[in-house]
């Protein structure tokens, strides 16, 4: 049986009505402490799961109406807001928990990855995104580019018919932790995210000759692609985008 009603298509809303699924995401956020955040309540279907935790609950909805309605039907320890998500500043330490509109995956990630005090996330997004997003199959220029700071992994598969209305794709469980001890210093973030927008950007004839163009010592370009001449970036995991980028740094301060 359903657990929450279809919602607007304006909104992008497919409701999540697989019970299984609704469990393993309140596994996950009970593993995590934290102030938890909702982004996007909908009709509670993952919210009153959530709340039975007893944790501090800030929930985030657009439909102001919807807002209204599930703000009656919660404790006193959650609080739920009529607001956009893109604009939504989540307090430190906050476990952070979202069945991602799909037509606002790409922005919501800029937007969660920038901000700088959450600890966890967890996230319904497109199975598609999701893979890239956990680097299976190849990573993204996104994913690169906060590998050093945080860890991005695949829990499962979840079928559309877990969802109403049925969207059109599966949906993926993707999980995000904040690095305890980042890769790199956050002083040299901004540096290395235009230096791997730069890679994913380059021409060359395979990976090797794309990170020699970007500053890697042929030895170093070598080792990290190991010996696959016809890489790409996408193929580049986390530390090999760390070894790179110091390798490339490095060279650069010395010239």
């Not at 695949?154 to 001890?181: K, Q």
Request: glycine share 10%; proline share 9%.
């Amino acid at each position: 049986m359903p657990t929450s009603r279809p919602g607007r298509h304006e909104l992008g809303q497919n409701f999540l009505t697989d019970r299984n699924v609704v469990r393993r995401i309140v596994h996950l956020a009970a593993a995590r402490p934290g102030p938890l955040v909702e982004w996007g309540t909908g009709d509670g279907a993952l919210t009153l799961p959530l709340a039975e935790l007893g944790r501090p609950l800030v929930g985030i909805e657009l439909d102001r109406s919807r807002a209204r309605r599930l703000g009656r039907r919660v404790g006193p320890h959650v609080c739920i807001e009529h607001g956009d998500i893109l604009r939504h500043a989540p307090p430190a330490g906050a476990v952070v928990v979202s069945n991602v509109p799909f037509h606002l995956t790409t922005p919501v990630l800029r937007h969660l990855l920038a901000e700088p005090l959450w600890h966890s996330a967890i996230l319904i997004t497109q199975w598609e995104v999701a893979r890239k997003r956990a680097g299976v199959g190849g990573a993204t220029q996104l994913t690169a580019q906060w590998w050093p700071w945080f860890d991005f992994s695949l829990d499962r598969r979840i079928p559309a018919t877990s969802f109403r209305p049925v969207p059109s794709v599966d949906a993926g469980l993707l999980v995000i932790d904040r690095m305890a001890e980042p890769q790199l210093p956050l002083t040299v973030q901004r540096d290395y995210q235009e230096w791997v927008r730069r890679v994913f950007s380059s021409r060359g004839r395979g990976l090797p000759d794309i990170l020699r163009r970007n500053g890697v010592p042929a030895p170093v370009a070598a080792r990290v692609v190991g010996g696959r001449r016809s890489a790409l970036p996408r193929n580049l995991d986390a530390n090999g985008w760390v070894t790179a980028f110091t390798a490339a740094r490095s060279g650069r301060h010395t010239g």
